[in-house]
């Protein structure tokens, strides 16, 4: 449910933040013990990543209890979530200004683990489209992209939710759900397509590319790697080549 609804004037552009172009690399740090324990360390391999390889974009997704100092090390970083309200007598809720006033970039919307009705989704990406912040919607599978496609987010992120931390790659198990997604929403949207769940090695990021996504969401490959600065520069390598 929308509390406190409201409608702002809409301008579509695809590239109406500014955003990037290149392959990119989104990071959802989640919420596992590590994310808190080893911020610094993931922020400063990230940065350095993106400093080394100009062609890929990397976006840190953080909790919102941690956007503040995720921003202090790394300037392109998401929230993983915002509520569908608007300011006002609200407890509990994060809305989209106060993603703004952190100096967030944008916010995962609809991930898996975290899901919003339609209406919702539609509030949040107008009013991020008014307030500047990117929107990358995630979808479970072709149709739901397709369908959230319309609501013309940055960028749309299909992601089936039995794959997501399995290891098992989106790419490899079901490769056709990508490419079928990516000319479906080519049709009728400008969103940028990435691909997620089971993402964890670099021909996943080779393989992603071939079937047509723009970048990879991913999560537990990254935060639990033993070396995230070198993981990160093997996943831009691949997309890179």
Do not use: W
């Not at 690399?25 to 350095?48: F, M, Q, V």
């Amino acid at each position: 449910m929308i509390i406190g609804f409201y409608e702002e004037p809409v301008v579509h552009s695809k590239k109406a933040h500014g955003a990037k172009e290149g392959f990119m690399i989104a990071l959802n740090l989640k919420a596992y013990e590590a994310t808190s324990a080893r911020l610094k360390e993931l922020c400063a391999a990230t940065k350095e990543a993106a400093a080394e390889y100009r062609k890929t974009r990397f976006i840190l997704c953080a909790p919102s209890i941690c956007l503040k100092d995720a921003l202090a090390r790394y300037p392109d970083v998401y929230a993983q979530g915002a509520d569908p309200v608007a300011p006002g007598a609200q407890t509990g809720k994060i809305t989209p200004e106060m993603l703004k006033f952190a100096g967030a970039k944008g916010s995962l919307i609809n991930h898996s683990e975290n899901r919003v009705q339609k209406e919702g989704i539609e509030f949040l990406v107008e009013k991020f489209r008014v307030l500047g912040l990117e929107s990358m919607v995630c979808a479970r599978d072709k149709a739901e992209s397709v369908e959230l496609s319309k609501l013309e987010p940055d960028f749309v992120a299909i992601e089936p939710p039995e794959l997501i931390g399995s290891g098992r790659s989106v790419t490899s198990v079901n490769p056709k759900v990508v490419s079928e997604a990516v000319e479906a929403i080519a049709a009728v949207s400008r969103s940028r397509v990435l691909c997620g769940a089971g993402i964890s090695i670099p021909k996943d990021v080779a393989a992603a590319k071939e079937l047509g996504a723009e970048g990879v969401l991913l999560a537990s490959a990254f935060v639990k790697s033993r070396e995230p600065l070198k993981f990160l520069q093997e996943f831009a390598s691949a997309a890179e080549q």
